[in-house]
């Protein structure tokens, strides 16, 4: 339905007068974000504190999101109703207040005068409603949950107990604190994610996504399955720059499901290999949809060792997949995608240019140590120049184009800005009532002194809280509230984070509530559990693989050159012996028994030799048998091939 009045008579303002204000406040969030990136500020001589840029930028996207999102999630924005105009109008007012008056209140939170808490409970309530048009009701009543806790948390009975702040207080203290809205988690999307995202914006604009789409054909078409390994490959490289497992899923999962399911997969396999792709994406490097910049801010290390770190167990969970779809495709005698359906090699070739992009990205990243953000924009500036000097099949961005695509970005990184925001609110009652430590507490206490016992409550802990919340939000919400207990008990900080990010992404495939198997199910007219069941399977690595690094960090790039190396080689050995025993092939269809000998033996090998004392000897003896039972099942093979042509 539209915002129109029932009569026929249009209330509010018309789309020529709104979008173009909406637009232009969206192009005008990326340049502030770019002219902070490039500390243009300071070689202006301009000073300032952190938290004015950042409730600039908050005062340019909340007034964005009241005019884009209506208030009913189910309609559509054609006219802009007063009371969201006044909404806008409001949220613009309240967060340049804050911004140009913040030097002094910042000092005034805890004497709680009206000039303080009568903007942060405007702001609080204000970033609530906003995050409820883009995101829905999941992450609202979670933060409210919180919220409710720092005012009344010492009615709690037990370890629970917390601090109760009086209402005035807290509302100042959200607003104006570091710890609150204008925290840690805005200050990694006001800066590092748009960038990013502007990469991906423009890569969309030149013809970039196309040329990776058709690559990805080009490579993959040609051999069977071809189209479920299309999906794979394409969902992997864009659900990083994403931030949004279901946002992944419709945008790519529109063409690869139909290709899927034109192959002969069944609808619900079709659905739940681009939704297992698509949210694998949060999990690889560089991006992980935009948690890995704030993980390396929660950690205060480098953000190249958390790409480091996230690289292997990404891997493998891509290889396990790509394995599951090459032998599910051997199994349904699926055959390749038709030669006249691929891409011209020699076009593809013209779209090279494209990589020279993201070559300049990771050079900036990792050998000139260039801040994320500056590496982002210099590598979107490579893009343009080479795109608007040889284009892509015989086209050329405009001019006008890439100048709109500041409007997109800045429509686009919205919800993630409200995200972030929204965020603060969780850390700050978490600080504000010492929750925190109370909930580690706790939780190490319940899991018995047994690492074991607590990182199954975490994990399933981190599938509850991640049920329908965008990454960062997921990201946010565990890593405050159970990553801590994992630290507690002597586990790497930087696994204990990978640990609760995988499982907290898990929700999205996991029954009952699996948003992306179920955006993927709607689009392949699957049915939705069978989807989600089936994603499980295909997922099955991203639920052993953080237990793995958790007792042995080689996985994560931690330890002994000789040993990292040892324990990748040992791991793809693992997933591939397992990845055979869920798809029932391997050379040939595997009986019941051969099934569970691939997967005992696959799952020997997957443990590193590090996991704990005597592991180097499940290691070999799960190399072993691995190689021992493929070696019988190649020769079985060429022998019934033998006895048939005989």
């Known amino acids: 339905m539209s915002e129109t009045s029932t009569g026929g008579a249009v209330r509010g303002l018309s789309p020529q007068l709104w979008r173009p204000v909406a637009n232009g406040l969206a192009a005008l969030l990326i340049l502030i974000a770019c002219a902070w990136a490039l500390n243009v500020p300071r070689y202006l001589g301009v000073s300032y504190y952190p938290q004015q840029f950042f409730a600039l930028i908050l005062s340019m ?9 209506p208030a009913r999630r189910t309609s559509q924005r054609i006219t802009l109703p007063w009371h969201d105009l006044a909404l806008a109008v409001l949220a613009m007012a309240t967060m340049l207040y804050i911004t140009i008056n913040y030097p002094q209140l910042v000092l005034q939170i805890f004497s709680r005068p009206m000039a303080v808490w009568l903007p942060g409970l405007i702001v609080t309530l204000l970033v609530l409603e906003a995050l409820r048009r883009a995101t829905g009701w999941a992450l609202v009543i979670i933060i409210a949950a919180f919220l409710i806790y720092a005012m009344f948390g010492n009615y709690i009975p037990g ?26 988690p805005i200050s990694v999307a006001a800066t590092v994610v748009i960038t990013f995202i502007l990469f991906g914006s423009l890569l969309a604009t030149t013809g970039g996504t196309r040329f990776f789409t058709d690559a990805a054909m080009l490579g993959m078409g040609r051999f069977r399955g071809g189209s479920m390994k299309i999906a794979v490959l394409a969902s992997g490289l864009f659900g990083s720059i994403s931030g949004s497992a279901v946002a992944n899923v419709v945008g790519t999962g529109v063409i690869t499901i139909p290709m899927i399911k034109k192959d002969g997969y069944p609808a619900h396999k079709a659905a739940a290999i681009e939704a297992v792709a698509s949210t694998g994406g949060q999990l ?29 167990p990404a891997i493998l969970y891509y290889v396990a997949l790509f394995i599951q779809a090459d032998l599910e495709a051997a199994r349904l005698n699926i055959a390749p995608v038709p030669k006249d359906a691929l891409p011209s090699g020699k076009g593809v070739i013209f779209g090279l240019h494209f990589v020279f992009a993201f070559a300049v990205l990771i050079y900036a990243l990792f050998v000139m140590r260039w801040q994320p953000e500056k590496a982002a924009l210099l590598g979107a500036l490579s893009l343009m120049l080479t795109a608007l000097i040889f284009g892509y ?27 972030s925001a929204a965020s603060g609110l969780v850390i700050g009652a978490l600080n504000v009532t010492g929750l925190s430590f109370n909930l580690t507490y706790l939780l190490v206490q319940v899991g018995g002194g047994s690492v074991i016992a607590l990182l199954a409550l975490s994990a399933i802990v981190c599938i509850i809280l991640g049920m329908g919340l965008p990454t960062l939000g997921v990201y946010v919400l565990l890593a405050a509230l159970v990553a801590p207990a994992l630290v507690q008990v002597g586990i790497e900080p930087i696994a204990a984070h990978l640990y609760v990010l995988y499982f907290g992404m898990m929700s999205m495939i996991t029954p009952p509530i699996a948003l992306a198997a179920f955006a993927a199910a709607s689009i392949a007219r699957a049915p939705a559990m069978a989807t989600g069941w089936a994603a499980m399977r295909f997922g099955w690595s991203a639920y052993v693989i953080p237990v793995l690094f958790v007792f042995s960090p080689t996985l ?8 990292i190396a040892i324990a990748i080689i040992t791991a793809v050995m693992g997933v591939w012996l397992i990845s055979a025993a869920f798809a029932g092939f391997f050379a040939r269809r595997l009986s019941g028994a051969m099934r569970g000998l691939f997967a005992a033996f696959g799952l020997l090998a997957l443990i590193p030799a590090g996991a704990f004392p005597g592991a180097e000897v499940s290691d070999l003896l799960g190399v072993a048998g691995g190689i021992a039972v493929m070696t019988f099942e190649i020769i079985k093979r060429k022998r019934l091939a033998a006895g048939g042509a005989a």
């Not at 370890?159 to 840690?184: C, E, K, T, V």
């Not at 949809?289 to 390396?296: K, Q, R």
């Not at 480098?302 to 292997?312: D, E, F, G, N, Q």
């Not at 994560?556 to 040993?563: E, K």
């Open 61 to 69: 996207a909340l007034p964005l999101a009241f005019l884009s999102y």
């Open 284 to 312: 690889m490097p560089p991006v992980m949809g935009a948690s890995a910049f704030l993980m390396a801010e929660f950690l205060s290390v480098p953000y190249s060792t958390i790409v480091v770190a996230a690289l292997v």
């Open 159 to 184: 370890r629970l107990q917390g601090r109760a702040q009086p209402w005035d207080l807290l509302a100042g203290y959200m607003a104006f604190d570091s710890n609150g809205i204008l925290g840690l």
């Open 393 to 419: 099949q015989g086209e050329r961005p405009k001019i006008g184009a890439l100048i709109g695509t500041l409007a997109s970005t800045g429509h686009a990184v919205v919800e993630i800005i409200l995200i």
């Open 556 to 563: 994560i790039m931690i330890g002994a050159p000789v040993d």
